[in-house]
C-alpha cells in the first residue's frame, strides 16, 4: 500500500500516448512478471518503491538515452 501512488505513476507513464523509451517498458515489464520481485515478494532484495521510482523515470520520453558510465 505504501508504494501504491509510485505504482499509479508508473501506470500513467506507461499509458501516455506519447512514445516512450523501450527501455523503460521492459523493466516495466520485468517489474510486472517477475513473481520473485518487489512487486510479489516482501522479502525481495529491491526495494519496490525503488524499483517502481526508476522505471518511471525510464519511462519519461525526454529521458536521455544513454546513461553516463
Known sequence: MAAAPSVHEMLVALEAPAPVPVR????????????????????????LRASVREVTVRLDPAARLVVPG
Open 24 to 47: 523503460g517498458v521492459a523493466m516495466a515489464s520485468l517489474l510486472l512478471c517477475d513473481g520473485a520481485g518487489p512487486l510479489y515478494n516482501r522479502r525481495a532484495p529491491l526495494d
